[in-house]
């Protein structure tokens, strides 16, 4: 089973990629279920229902998030019905949303759990004690057939050790938040496919989506009037594709995509 996932959306850049570009690479390369990290899709800011609705309606299946999650203030509402978007699970109990589901396709059960990381990263529940003990309850093969998690964190070795905390236990682990690709995609020992960030889909000439000029000022001043707001220009599309193994649920394959835009790399 091919799965697709796509890092961090920012902005218009984003949206407009994906919406351009997502149906044609389902059709061509048979994709039979797509993950997509929205948390920046609405001017780098959270998310809306208009947003997410876009995103289905190109064939995006699980919208997962992180820190910027609430930062529209409809998103509090209208995540408590729409199972399609996630928010960190170790968000705190009593949390509106879900940070892990299961979804049928194709006659599989599909889960997609969406975690956030401690360092750096605005306060949430220990995410390692959490996922040790939710994980007992999940497993492979037993309660569902594969198993996507996207670890939204600022720091490689916190994704990194999450990837092999989950080996074994889990499809895919990838990283989010950092909006810059990693090259270390590979298939760890245990079976479960990994990469430190799938990047993000947006205008790569920019600093992490945002546009430069404003960006770089807040490294020569601590003043904070101008709010960053997202670079315009021609989209890339990154993230990667897995191939899910239908007997065991672990990965079989695992390549890297990045499409149009200023970075240059083919999905074949």
């Known amino acids: 089973m091919n799965f697709l996932f796509l890092g961090d959306i920012?902005?218009?850049?984003?949206?407009?990629?994906?919406?351009?570009?997502?149906?044609?690479?389902i059709k061509s390369h048979k994709i039979d279920f797509v993950i997509a990290n929205g948390e920046n899709s609405a001017g780098g800011y959270g998310i809306t229902q208009a947003i997410c609705e876009e995103l289905f309606a190109v064939g995006v299946d699980v919208i997962t998030s992180g820190n910027h999650i609430w930062?529209?203030?409809?998103?509090?509402?209208?995540?408590r019905k729409e199972k399609r978007l996630l928010r960190p699970w170790n968000f705190g109990e009593g949390t509106p949303g879900s940070g892990f589901e299961i979804y049928e396709k194709n006659n599989f059960k599909i889960g997609v759990m969406n975690l956030m990381g401690n360092v750096y990263m605005k306060k949430t529940d220990p995410v390692f004690p959490f996922i040790e003990e939710k994980i007992k309850n999940?497993?492979?093969?037993?309660?569902?057939?594969?198993?996507?998690?996207?670890?939204?964190?600022?720091?490689?070795?916190?994704?990194?050790?999450?990837?092999?905390?989950?080996?074994?236990?889990?499809?895919?682990?990838?990283?989010?938040?950092?909006?810059?690709?990693?090259?270390?995609f590979r298939i760890l020992e245990h079976g479960t496919a990994?990469?430190?960030?799938?990047?993000m889909c947006g205008d790569y000439n920019s600093i992490i989506g945002m546009d430069s000029d404003k960006a770089l000022k807040r490294f020569f001043t601590e003043e904070r009037t101008e709010r960053l707001t997202p670079a315009n220009g021609e989209g890339t599309i990154t993230g990667v594709r897995v191939v899910g193994d239908v007997n065991t649920g672990l990965a079989?394959?695992?390549e890297p995509i990045i499409i149009g835009g200023c970075l240059t790399k083919k999905f074949k």
């Open 71 to 79: 930062d529209q203030k409809e998103t509090m509402d209208f995540i």
């Open 194 to 199: 990994y990469q430190t960030d799938a990047g």
């Open 252 to 254: 079989k394959e695992i």
């Open 10 to 25: 920012m902005g218009r850049a984003g949206r407009n990629v994906v919406i351009q570009k997502l149906p044609d690479i």
């Open 138 to 184: 999940i497993k492979l093969k037993k309660d569902l057939d594969f198993l996507f998690v996207d670890i939204h964190a600022e720091i490689t070795s916190e994704k990194q050790a999450m990837g092999y905390f989950l080996d074994g236990k889990a499809t895919l682990v990838v990283g989010t938040h950092t909006h810059t690709p990693t090259l270390d």
